[in-house]
């Protein structure tokens, strides 16, 4: 089971991947990356920064022995958002299908998890002139956890697209009481995150 990286360095776990992209370690390792350098995850060519939007990114987690199948933390420590970028392997399941899989382990994860709200939100950024749209299937789900060293109210949401031969899965939790200024800086976050892959 991979957890979402948190706030302040604490781990904690958000239970929602478990069984979706666990390669056959099963264990995480931590990739070796510079702090100041950005990192590139050569199998995709996903390129990370070390700061994005005033997210600094935190743990790269390889999950198999070839590295296909990792994940990627960035915190926002001022609003207490934790972001985690995975990237892994894609099945012949189809979208619809693996998102399914996404929001029920949310679900099964968290007793109680209650369905905000689920649309299909097209991303847009720009590079040298040329636009590009990322259509994510997204949903939002609110639950009770222990989150960035205390008990409280928190807003998770999954974003899922399928980019080749691979899935690129975005889990963003951050206190339900912060989510108007969290949402502000996750629609600037985004953006300069998809920026990132080479073409």
Request: proline fraction near 6%; hydrophobic fraction near 40%; include cysteine.
């Amino acid at each position: 089971m991979k957890s979402q990286q948190s706030p302040f360095r604490l781990l904690v776990f958000l239970g929602c991947l478990a069984g979706l992209a666990l390669g056959a370690a099963g264990t995480p390792t931590t990739i070796p990356t510079t702090a100041h350098a950005a990192f590139k995850h050569e199998p995709s060519g996903f390129i990370f920064p070390p700061t994005i939007a005033g997210f600094e990114r935190e743990k790269a987690l390889r999950y198999d022995q070839r590295g296909e199948d990792i994940s990627v933390g960035y915190n926002d420590d001022q609003k207490l958002i934790a972001a985690t970028v995975y990237i892994y392997p894609r099945e012949k399941e189809d979208v619809d299908a693996h998102f399914r899989r996404v929001t029920d382990d949310i679900k099964r994860e968290h007793a109680g998890a209650m369905l905000v709200s689920q649309d299909k939100p097209v991303i847009q950024w720009k590079r040298a002139g040329v636009a590009e749209e990322w259509l994510f299937l997204h949903a939002t789900y609110e639950f009770k956890s222990f989150f960035a060293r205390q008990n409280r109210e928190v807003l998770s949401e999954a974003y899922l697209m399928a980019k080749g031969p691979r899935w690129l899965l975005i889990r963003i939790t951050y206190p339900k009481d912060g989510a108007e200024a969290a949402r502000k800086a996750i629609a600037a976050f985004l953006p300069e995150l998809l920026r990132g892959p080479e073409k």
